[in-house]
C-alpha cells in the first residue's frame, strides 16, 4: 500500500528545517543552516529540502501533504494587538517591522507556495496546511515519546501568542488545556538577561546557562519581586516596565539597567563579578518558576509521565533538576525542542490530529537517535579527498576504533563524522569532535585552539550507558545530552575552597576535570549500543585502554559555524583548526601527514554567536 | 490576491476579531505608504500625525 509522505517545513524567523515522515515514522529531518553554512538561518529552506528529496529519492510531488509550522495570521493578530497596546510608544519598532509583514509575512502561504513550485511547477496549494507554533512544540515532544498518556509543557520565546503551554497527549490526540501569551514568556525573559550579559539574543542562551555556575544567585529575589508577578502555580506575568522587546529594538531598557546599576555588558568584553551573579540569578529564577509549574501541574493531574519542548527545553540544568526532585516519574525530551524541532512536530500533528491516524508507541527511540540528517557513502568521501589530494588511511571499523581510541587515549583530538547527521543543536557522535576527558589542558586547548570560543565554556562528556550510574548521579538515560548531572562523590578531586572565577574552570576537580564544571556538574549524554553502535564500540574501545567509559564530545565547528554537515565542511574545518584527526567514515585523516596543508584564516570565516 | 483577502476574511470571522478590521486597514494604508516609500519623504509626516 502507497505511504502517506507528510513533509514539516519551519522557516522565516530563526533555525528553519524540514522533517519528512511516512506513514507516522520519522524518516529524516535536518536544518537549513547546515547547508548554508549561515548560523540559525531562517530563510525558507531550499538546501534542505533539496537535500531532503535527493536522500530519499523522491520529487516533490511524491509527498501527499506539507505542513508549516505556524500560523502566520495569528501572528500578525499578536502584532497588532501588542502595538495597539502599547501605541503610541513602538512606533519606530511599527515602522521597522510592517514593511516586512506587508511584504513578505503576511503573505507567507503565497511565500512557500512559490518556492514549492521552484521544486514542482505543478504545486497543488491544497496540499499546504498550517499547524500553530505550541502545538508542532507539543507534538515534536509527545508523538515520538514513549508514552501513552503525557502531560505536555512548551516553553520558548514566543510562537503565534502563546509563550508556554501545557497540553495533555494521550494516544494520537493532543489537547492543549493552558497558555501563557506574550509578552510574558520564559523564553523572553532569560532572551533579555541574555543580551544584558552580552550574549547574542536566540544563539547565546547556553552560554548565560554555562556562566551561571560561575555567580552566586544573589538578584534572584530582586527579580522575582521587580520583574515578576509569580503565583503559587507558577503562573507569571513578566513586568513590561524593565523591558523593551515589545516595542523596541533591544531586549531590556534603562530602568532594567538601573535596577542591576550597570549598563548591559558589551559584547566580548570581560566579564565582572556582576555578571556571574546575574546569570546565577535567573538561572536560579527559571529553574524555580518551571520546577513550580511542574510541581502544581503534577498534583492538578496526577499523570507520571512528562514530555518537553521549546527553546526552555534546552536548558538542560533545568532538565537535570526535573529529573533529580523526581516529579513525574519518566521525562522525555524533544531533541531539537527548537524552532527547527517545529518542522517534525507540524508533521506529526497532521498525521496524527488532523488524518487521524492510530499512533504506534515505539519503545526504542522513534527519533532514532536524532540521527536523521544525510549521510555520506565511502564513495563519496574517497571520491572528494582524492580530489583534494589528502593523503589519508582507510581501515575497517574494527581497526579504525582500536586506532581512534589509541589516538585519543595519547591526547590527539578528532574530528569524528559517520553515518546520518543528527537533528538538533546537540552533536551526538556523528559529527563530533571528541577528545581525552582526563587531560587536564584539553578544556583550555579545545576552547582556544580548535573551537576558538571563550575559555569559561564547560565541554560534556558522552558516557557509556551501561557505566553512567558510576560517574554520575543520574538515574535515566540522556541520549540527547540534555540533562545536566553531578558527578559521582568517588570521582571528585578534593579542591581548596577559593572564590569561582572564570579560571576556575582549570582547577582539576575531578577525575576527568575537562568535562567538569566549576560546580561538579556536567551535560551528560549517554550511549547506547542499539542507536550509536559504532560511537558505542568506540567509548568502550577508550574504556579498555583507560578504565574511562567516558569521551569530551562538543560539535564539528568552531565558534558561530554551523556543525559540518558534509565530509568537505569537515575536511575545511579540520585544516583550519588545530584538530590532529580527522575520521571520515572509513577514512582516516592525520594532520601531520598531509603535504597540502591549507592553512585557512577559518576562525575569521564566521561571524561571533 | 483574493484567495489572501477570502483567508484573512475567513480568519476574522473565525477569531471573532471584527474590531481589528478597521485598525488592520488603517494600519495597512499606513504600512504600506511605508512600503512604497521605504521610509523617506513621507516617513516624518506619517509620525507628526501619530
Known amino acids: 500500500m ?14 528553519s528545517a524540514v522533517a519528512l515522515i511516512e506513514d507516522g515514522e520519522i524518516i529524516y529531518a535536518s536544518q ?10 531562517s530563510s525558507f529552506p531550499k538546501r534542505a529540502l533539496k537535500n531532503l528529496l535527493k536522500f530519499n529519492n523522491l520529487k516533490l510531488n511524491q509527498i501527499d501533504h506539507i505542513v508549516f509550522f505556524e500560523k502566520p495570521f495569528l501572528k500578525f493578530e499578536r502584532l497588532v494587538e501588542t502595538y495597539l497596546a502599547f501605541a503610541p510608544k513602538g512606533f519606530k519598532q511599527f515602522l521597522f517591522s510592517m514593511p516586512i509583514w506587508l511584504k513578505q509575512k503576511l503573505f507567507m502561504k503565497k511565500e512557500i507556495i512559490d518556492e514549492l513550485k521552484k521544486f514542482e511547477p505543478k504545486f497543488e496549494k491544497k496540499k499546504l496546511f498550517f499547524s500553530e507554533h505550541h502545538l508542532s512544540h507539543a507534538a515534536s515532544a509527545f508523538y515520538p515519546s514513549p508514552f501513552k498518556k503525557a502531560l505536555i509543557f512548551t516553553a520558548d520565546g514566543v510562537g503565534e501568542w502563546a509563550t508556554t503551554t501545557v497540553g495533555i497527549g494521550s494516544q494520537n490526540n493532543i489537547n492543549i488545556l493552558k497558555e501563557i ?113 511542574l510541581e502544581s501541574l503534577k498534583k492538578e493531574y496526577s499523570i507520571e509521565n512528562l514530555c518537553l519542548a521549546g527553546g526552555v527545553a534546552l536548558n538542560c540544568v533545568v532538565n537535570g533538576l526535573i529529573q533529580k526532585k523526581k516529579i513525574f516519574k519518566n521525562v522525555w525530551i524533544q531533541p531539537a525542542a527548537g524552532d527547527a524541532g517545529g518542522s517534525l512536530g507540524a508533521a506529526l500533528a497532521l498525521w496524527y490530529m488532523h ?11 522513534s527519533m532514532k537517535g536524532a540521527f536523521i540528517g544525510p549521510s555520506f557513502s565511502n564513495e563519496d568521501i574517497k571520491k572528494n579527498l582524492d580530489t583534494l589530494m ?28 559517520q553515518n546520518r547527521m543528527e537533528f538538533g543543536p546537540r552533536a551526538l557522535g556523528a559529527r563530533s569532535i571528541i577528545a581525552d576527558p582526563r587531560d587536564k589542558s584539553m578544556q583550555k586547548k579545545l576552547n582556544l585552539k580548535i573551537k576558538f570560543r571563550e575559555s569559561f565554556r564547560p565541554f560534556a562528556p558522552s558516557v557509556l550507558q551501561d557505566q553512567s550510574n558510576k560517574w554520575f548521579n543520574l538515574d535515566c538515560n540522556s541520549p540527547y545530552m540534555l540533562i545536566v548531572s553531578d558527578l559521582k562523590k568517588d570521582k571528585l578531586v578534593t579542591i581548596k575552597k577559593t572564590k569561582k572565577t572564570l579560571s576556575s574552570i582549570n582547577e582539576i576537580r575531578s577525575k576527568v576535570p ?80 598531509q603535504q597540502n596543508k591549507i592553512k585557512i584564516n577559518y576562525k575569521n570565516k564566521f561571524s561571533l554567536d | 490576491m483574493i484567495d489572501f ?33 521605504h521610509g523617506t519623504a513621507i516617513a516624518p509626516f506619517i509620525y507628526t500625525i501619530f
Open chain 1, 2 to 15: 502507497k505511504k502517506v509522505r507528510i513533509l514539516g517545513i519551519s522557516a522565516y524567523f530563526h533555525d
Open chain 1, 32 to 41: 537549513e543552516e547546515r547547508f548554508s553554512r549561515i548560523k540559525h538561518d
Open chain 1, 181 to 293: 501569551n506574550f509578552p510574558s514568556s520564559l523564553g523572553l525573559l532569560y532572551s533579555a538577561f541574555t543580551y544584558y550579559i552580552g550574549f547574542k539574543v536566540n544563539s547565546g542562551e547556553y552560554k548565560l546557562m554555562g556562566l551561571a555556575p560561575y555567580g552566586k544567585p544573589k538578584y534572584a529575589n530582586l527579580i522575582k519581586s521587580k520583574l515578576l508577578d509569580l503565583k503559587d502555580d507558577g503562573s507569571f506575568r513578566l513586568n513590561q516596565d524593565y523591558f523593551d522587546y515589545s516595542t523596541g529594538f533591544k531586549m531590556t531598557n534603562e530602568k532594567f539597567s538601573n535596577l542591576f546599576k550597570n549598563p548591559p555588558r558589551k559584547p566580548e568584553s570581560s566579564f565582572k563579578e556582576i555578571h556571574m551573579d546575574i546569570a546565577a540569578s535567573i538561572q536560579d529564577v527559571i529553574e524555580s518558576i518551571v520546577l513550580k509549574i
Open chain 1, 355 to 365: 488524518l487521524k491516524k492510530k499512533r504506534i508507541i515505539n519503545n526504542n527511540d
Open chain 1, 390 to 417: 589528502v593523503k589519508y588511511i582507510k581501515l575497517e571499523k574494527k581497526k579504525l576504533i582500536k586506532f581512534v581510541a589509541k589516538k585519543i587515549s595519547e591526547g590527539k583530538i578528532v574530528g569524528w563524522f
Open chain 1, 514 to 593: 575537562s568535562i567538569t564544571h566549576v560546580n561538579n556538574s556536567a551535560r551528560v549524554q549517554t550511549v547506547n549500543k542499539s542507536t550509536n553502535p559504532l560511537y558505542y564500540d568506540l567509548i568502550k574501545e577508550f574504556f579498555k585502554i583507560t578504565k574511562t567509559p567516558l569521551l569530551i564530545n562538543t560539535s564539528f565547528n568552531i565558534r558561530g559555524e554551523p556543525i559540518v554537515c558534509t565530509p568537505e565542511d569537515a575536511y575545511r574545518c579540520f585544516m583550519g583548526t588545530n584538530l590532529d584527526i580527522l575520521v571520515l567514515e572509513n577514512f582516516i585523516i592525520e594532520k601531520n601527514s
Open chain 2, 5 to 37: 483577502l477570502k483567508e484573512f476574511f475567513t480568519f476574522l470571522i473565525q477569531r471573532k476579531k471584527f474590531w481589528l478590521l478597521p485598525v488592520i486597514i488603517l494600519l495597512m494604508i499606513f504600512g504600506s505608504l511605508i512600503v512604497i516609500t
